[in-house]
C-alpha cells in the first residue's frame, strides 16, 4: 500500500508565496511520476505539475514561472513551490504517485489566495 501525505496549504495574500509538501510511503518502486493536481468549486481537477523519475517536469501553463516541483528521493517527498501566488490559485491541492499502472492520493490541502 501506498499512503501520500500532504502539508502545507493555507491562506496567502495575492503575490504571495506556499510550499507543498507531500511525503510518501509504503511499496515506492524506482520509475513513477509524483505530481500534484488541483480542484477548485465547479471545476475539473487539473494537472498543475508533474515530476518524472528521469527528472522531466510538466507543468500547467498558466503556472509556469510561477510553480517549481521538485523531490527528495532519499525521502521520497516532493514539493510544489509555489510563488506569485493568484487568486485564480484558489483550490484543494492533491499530490498524486503514478506506478505499475495505478494512481495513489493524498487527502488535499486547501490553498487560498484572497487579500
Known amino acids: 500500500q501506498v499512503q501520500l501525505v500532504e502539508s502545507g496549504g493555507g491562506l496567502v495574500q495575492p503575490g504571495g508565496s506556499l510550499t507543498l509538501s507531500c511525503a510518501a510511503s509504503g511499496i515506492i518502486f524506482g520509475f513513477n511520476v509524483m505530481g500534484w493536481y488541483r480542484q477548485a468549486p465547479g471545476n475539473e481537477r487539473e494537472l498543475v505539475a508533474a515530476l518524472f523519475s528521469g527528472g522531466v517536469t510538466k507543468y500547467l501553463p498558466s503556472v509556469e514561472g510561477r510553480f517549481t516541483i521538485s523531490r527528495e528521493n532519499a525521502e521520497n517527498t516532493v514539493y510544489l513551490q509555489m510563488n506569485n501566488l493568484k487568486p485564480e490559485d484558489t483550490a484543494v491541492y492533491y499530490c498524486?504517485?503514478?506506478?505499475?499502472?495505478?494512481?495513489?492520493w493524498g487527502q488535499g490541502t486547501q490553498v487560498t489566495v484572497s487579500s
Open positions: 498524486n504517485l503514478r506506478q505499475q499502472g495505478s494512481d495513489y
